[in-house]
Structures are given as structure tokens and as C-alpha cells.
């Protein structure tokens, strides 16, 4: 018999390790940097094997979804994730780090390519969606953690290696809670190929739903990766800005199954885009304390989106399968690598442009970042475009089929 609340919790534990691995790395960069001489150049190529992995796996992931089955995909997943940080400690330097994230990025990838639909197939309806925004609540939940506990080992001078050695916690805890379970059988009988899958993947719906995602997930993580450069002259600390936004995404996931049911998933995306679009202009004019109110806003908004999305494709195009969904969120993590750059260089112009106009110091940086999310709030504003004519789309979808 398939226990479905143990299921759920190992789930959990899984994207903690994601969470943990996304912190920890990030919190022990400058000691990494310090430790083996390297350039931030090179910091960023070890950070960019975090995302490369996570696409890959939860893509290949949804192709043998239904293949291997969502036991086989979590064992793969623990297998990467201990090699990857027993790796990372003993790397011995660069080329060491750059193969240890890319396994620890594969395992993460894993864990949402096998959780998302397995969850989807043990719940039904309203449970359904209150538990996918449950477990996606533990991705900023395991941030807020893994970030206070890097700064605190951080502070007491424990070391880089004991804080990796702490993402083997949670993946210890999710492989013993999978351990011997059974796990659902997909619900359609239906789906039964990759035919199935592909056919439902290029309706219009599932198109449209892609290029939706490619810009909610932007939306997410591209003010937020950037928090402490942009933001580090606002006369706010960043890296509190960061654990607000996070610990509001995680309580606000907790309860988005009620906000779900009463909203619709349409009614929720849309009033996300229109909150993250507020969220995000009061960042680019607020200084002082008003940009913790911007953070409330942006977080609001955007904690609704990576569940939803994914909730959106396993209840209103079903037939595209585990495929479907993994499709869905390697689409965000790619379309946020892609960004970075780009944002990257919207920061350097922002500079010139404000350097021209004889702005130094702290004011050149304060100026510039508000500049640059200027630009980041077309990426919320053409969602409220899009997102209405989902609303009006499934609208329409339910008058006609009823």
C-alpha cells in the first residue's frame, strides 16, 4: 500500500537538499574563491553547473518518467547528490567544483522531475494543488535555513567544508523515508507513451503555458539573484531582504492551496503578475525602509508562480504527462540562465549611463540598480497581458464544455 504522507514528507526533505544546495554554495563562495585561488570568473562557471544540471535531469527525467518509475529517479537523485558534495569537499579545486555541482544540480533536477508528478498522482483537485504549493514552499523555506545556517558557521569561523557536509542531512533524511515505500502508479491509463505526451505538449494551451514560464520564472529568480548587487546602496541590508522574501514565499506556499481553490490557478498567475510588478517598481524608486515593503509585495507575487504553473499543466493538460511538467520547470531554469546575462549587461549600461550623468560612489550604484529594474518590470508587465488572456481563455474554455 502506497503511503502517500511519507511520500510527501521525503519529497519535502528532497528539496530542502535543493534549497540547502542553492544557500550553503552560494554562502561559501568567497571562502571557495579564497581556498583555491580562484577568479570570480571561474566562481561563476561553478555556479552556472547548478542550473545546467537542474534542466537536463528534470527533462530527461520526464521523458523516463513512466519508464523507470519515480522510485528509481529519487534513488539516482540520492546517489548524485552524496557524490556531489563528498565530491565538493574533496575536489581539490576547480575542476573538482565544477563536476560536483553539475552532480548536485543533476540530483535537484531529479527531485522535481520525479516529485512534481508523483505528488500530482496521489492527490486529486483541491489536495492537489494545496500540496504542490506545500512542497514547493520548502525551496524558499530551505533557503531561509541553509542561509542562516551558513552565516552562523560562517561567523564562528567552522569552515567551508562543515557547511556542505550539512547538505547531507536532509538527503540522508528523504532517502531513508523513501526507503522500501511504494510508490503511485501514474492515474490515466492513457499515458501510456511519449506520442501521448508530445501531441498534448504542442497544443496551443501548453505553448502558451512554455512562454508563460520562461517569463514567471525571470519574474522569480532575476531580482532576487541580483539582490545584493543591486540593492547593497538602497539603505536596506540585502541579504535581509532576501530571507524576507523567501521565509513570506514559503508561509505563502503553505496556504496556497485555499488562495488556489478560491481563485482558480488563472486568477491566482494573474494577480502574482500584477503584485511582482508592483513589488518590482517599488524597488526601483524606494530607498531606506520602504524597499522591506517592496520585498513584501515582490514576494507575494512570486511565491505563487513555480507551483501554480506546474499545478496548471498536471490539471488542465494532463495528458502531457511527467514529461509535461518537467518540460515546464527546465523551461524556467533555462530561460533564468539565459537572463542573467542579459541582466548582467542591463547593469554595466545602467552604470555607464549614470556614470555619464556624473553620479559616483554609492549613488552611482543605487541609481544604476534602479535603473536596471526598470527594465526587469517588463518582465511581470507583459505576464499581466498574458495572464488575462489565460483567464478569459479558460473562461471561455468552461462555458463551452459546460
Not at 571557495?32 to 553547473?49: K, R, T, V
Not at 483537485?125 to 514547493?136: A, D, E, S, V
Not at 503584485?275 to 520602504?290: D, E, K, N, P, R
Amino acid at each position: 500500500m502506497t503511503n502517500t504522507r511519507r511520500l510527501f514528507y521525503g519529497s519535502c526533505f528532497a528539496l530542502i537538499t535543493t534549497a540547502f544546495s542553492f544557500s550553503i554554495r552560494a554562502g561559501i563562495l568567497p571562502q571557495l574563491g579564497e581556498a583555491f585561488d580562484l577568479s570570480g570568473q571561474q566562481l561563476g562557471f561553478i555556479n552556472s553547473m547548478w542550473f545546467l544540471g537542474f534542466p537536463i535531469s528534470m527533462i530527461l527525467g520526464g521523458l523516463f518518467y513512466h519508464t523507470v518509475g519515480p522510485k528509481r529517479i529519487m534513488q539516482f537523485a540520492f546517489l548524485t547528490h552524496t557524490l556531489g558534495i563528498i565530491l565538493t569537499i574533496y575536489s581539490g579545486g576547480y575542476v573538482g567544483l565544477l563536476v560536483s555541482t553539475l552532480l548536485i544540480g543533476i540530483g535537484n533536477g531529479c527531485t522535481e522531475a520525479a516529485c512534481n508528478p508523483m505528488i500530482a498522482d496521489a492527490y486529486e483537485g483541491k489536495q492537489m494543488n494545496t500540496l504542490l504549493n506545500r512542497f514547493h514552499m520548502w525551496f524558499p523555506g530551505g533557503i531561509v535555513i541553509g542561509s542562516l545556517v551558513s552565516k552562523f558557521m560562517t561567523d564562528l569561523d567552522m569552515g567551508w567544508q562543515a557547511q556542505i557536509w550539512i547538505i547531507l542531512i536532509p538527503t540522508l533524511v528523504y532517502f531513508f523515508l523513501f526507503l522500501g515505500q511504494e510508490f503511485p502508479k501514474p492515474k490515466m491509463e492513457e499515458i501510456k507513451s511519449l506520442g501521448e505526451n508530445f501531441k498534448a505538449m504542442l497544443s496551443p494551451m501548453y505553448l502558451f503555458i512554455l512562454a508563460c514560464m520562461a517569463l514567471t520564472a525571470i519574474s522569480e529568480f532575476g531580482p532576487q539573484q541580483w539582490t545584493s548587487l543591486i540593492l547593497s546602496s538602497s539603505g536596506a541590508q540585502p541579504m535581509v531582504i532576501l530571507a524576507l522574501i523567501t521565509g513570506l514565499m514559503a508561509i505563502g506556499r503553505y496556504f496556497g492551496g485555499d488562495i488556489v481553490h478560491r481563485f482558480d490557478q488563472t486568477g491566482v498567475l494573474l494577480g502574482s503578475a500584477v503584485l511582482t510588478a508592483i513589488g518590482i517598481y517599488l524597488f526601483s524608486t524606494q530607498t531606506g525602509q520602504m524597499v522591506y515593503v517592496a520585498a513584501i509585495f515582490f514576494a507575494l507575487g512570486v511565491c505563487y508562480f513555480w507551483p501554480n504553473m506546474i499545478g496548471f499543466v498536471a490539471q488542465k493538460i494532463p495528458l502531457s504527462g511527467a514529461l509535461g511538467m518537467s518540460i515546464i520547470g527546465g523551461m524556467g531554469m533555462f530561460s533564468t540562465s539565459i537572463f542573467q546575462a542579459i541582466i548582467g549587461g542591463w547593469i554595466d549600461t545602467s552604470r555607464a549611463d549614470q556614470a555619464a550623468n556624473g553620479l559616483v560612489g554609492d549613488a552611482l550604484e543605487l541609481a544604476a540598480g534602479q535603473q536596471t529594474l526598470t527594465y526587469m518590470i517588463s518582465f511581470p508587465a507583459i505576464l499581466i497581458v498574458l495572464f488575462t488572456i489565460l483567464y478569459f481563455w479558460q473562461r471561455g474554455t468552461k462555458a463551452a464544455t459546460a
